[in-house]
């Protein structure tokens, strides 16, 4: 595949000779005569390099070239070209991220050398750029459990081919990171991963977000995924006409902006994910036919953690280390009895109730273990039932779930030191007016709550 370079110039004279020139060196090259078009090019053909004149009868270079540094669009080098230009010009142009600045009459042997280092930097930068994606966001699935074994050997088989994946799995199950973890093992791993969640959007919101919006410099989805992975989480809840339109664009591997006329050509792998029942999903209309046979091309399951409980040990252990390294949070152990109690608890909330469980016992705990009385209040939590019976304190508006946890965690409390509120301040860190205060908010009566 060629080096493809976009020269953008409004000399007719400048166009052609740079064009002749570099095709002969081997490059693809595309011109533009003036700004608005080198804008939509740019979009459109994702040159390696641009060469950028500063004088132009719509918008100077400088001007455009701190559009694009500005709107994130940093993937290729820039080189600026004028025959009017200062020194101080040139600074300017470095500093908004220009690669270098030549003066015209242009020296052609300049030129090459320096295209040549641009295209050579640009390499080493993204090389460097994946190399520190990969040390930031690896994943691996925890468990050791036959059941997640299991599923890792399914994801070497699916990566055997870069075809489309249908991820189903209770809320918390960790549907994200196995998506993850499929793009890191795959054919594909050093291009992008981009995810895009449609919950809670509104139909015009997920289309824009999607395709992008014609004349916005911001890239869609689909192109900010190109030769790499798109993760659209909450499939089914993706409008049917974006659905029907995000087929269309895999199938014909081209899309057209909100607003634009020209066909955009993407190279996308999607992974999708849902907590719905699939089948349910597309006998209701819920999710299309057609997309859902697109993308369950091949299907992956995961479990719930009450199926693999024997990994909970596992899991805690981990988060634990997570939270004293990453949030420099106090180091506790749990106790063997206290395991064997998590192990033997349904988890509703699946990976996600119990790693934010893990942080709340390591910010609030202050002995060196955590034992069955620690995390028995936690657990009693009560929990309201969703469409699957199992919502957990983690699906509860903010409000609503920070006042069940302190109901339980305050009457925890008060039945340690037999209802006495003195000693619950002095425990906890808080002034005894405020906690009586506090008490009465959440109906708690300190008499009620003795051992």
């Known amino acids: 595949m060629t080096t493809h370079i976009l020269v953008v110039d409004d000399e007719p004279t400048i166009r052609t000779l740079l064009k002749e020139i570099l095709e002969d060196e081997g490059f693809t090259v595309s011109v533009a005569e003036d700004g608005n078009t080198a804008r939509q090019m740019r979009r459109e053909q994702r040159p390696d390099l641009i060469l950028l004149d500063i004088w132009m009868p719509d918008i100077d270079g400088i001007s455009l070239l701190k559009e694009w540094y500005e709107s994130g669009l940093r993937d290729s080098p820039v080189i600026m070209i004028s025959g009017h230009g200062t020194v101080e010009t040139a600074i300017e142009a470095t500093r908004l991220g220009a690669y270098d600045f030549i003066e015209k009459p242009l020296s052609i042997s300049k030129l090459l050398i320096t295209i040549k280092r641009a295209l050579d930097m640009a390499l ?36 055997q081919h870069n075809t489309s994946v249908l991820i189903c799995g209770e809320p918390g199950s960790g549907r994200t990171l196995f998506a993850q973890y499929i793009h890191q093992n795959s054919q594909n791993k050093e291009k992008p991963f981009v995810q895009i969640r449609v919950a809670g959007m509104n139909s015009e919101n997920q289309a824009l977000e999607l395709f992008g ?104 252990d981990f988060y634990v280390n997570c939270f004293v390294n990453q949030e420099n949070l106090p180091y506790r152990r749990f106790t063997v009895a206290a395991q064997n109690r998590l192990r033997n608890y349904p988890w509703p909330g699946n990976i996600r109730e119990l790693k934010n469980m893990v942080q709340r016992l390591l910010i609030l705990g202050n002995n060196h273990t955590i034992d069955i009385d620690e995390i028995e209040p936690i657990l009693n939590i009560p929990y309201r039932p969703n469409q699957t019976g199992h919502l957990s304190i983690y699906d509860m508006p903010l409000r609503e779930a920070r006042e069940q946890f302190e109901r339980a965690y305050l009457e925890h409390q008060l039945q340690e030191v037999g209802g006495n509120v003195s000693k619950v301040a002095t425990r906890i860190g808080l002034e005894r007016t405020h906690l009586y205060r506090k008490l009465r908010a959440l109906d708690i009566d300190p008499k009620q709550t003795k051992k």
């Not at 269309?248 to 909100?258: Q, W």
């Not at 999607?270 to 089948?279: C, E, F, M, P, R």
């Not at 057609?290 to 995961?302: A, D, Q, S």
């Not at 409980?309 to 805690?316: G, I, M, N, Q």
């Open 124 to 159: 080493l930068r993204q090389e460097n750029d994946g190399l520190r994606k990969n040390i930031q966001i690896t994943v691996e699935p925890l468990g050791r459990s036959n059941m997640m074994n299991a599923i890792r050997e399914q994801v070497k088989r699916i990566n």
């Open 213 to 316: 919006l014609q004349g916005n410099n911001t890239l869609a989805r689909l192109e900010q995924a190109e030769g790499g992975t798109l993760f659209i989480k909450d499939i089914a809840d993706m409008d049917d006409t974006v659905q029907a339109r995000l087929l269309n664009s895999l199938e014909n591997k081209s899309f057209l902006r909100n607003g634009g006329t020209e066909p955009i050509n993407i190279n996308v792998r999607v992974i999708a994910a849902t907590a719905h029942n699939v089948k349910q999903a597309v006998a209701t209309g819920r999710l299309r036919e057609e997309l859902y046979y697109y993308l369950n091309v091949v299907p992956l399951h995961i479990p719930s953690l009450r199926e693999h409980c024997e990994d909970v040990p596992e899991l805690l």
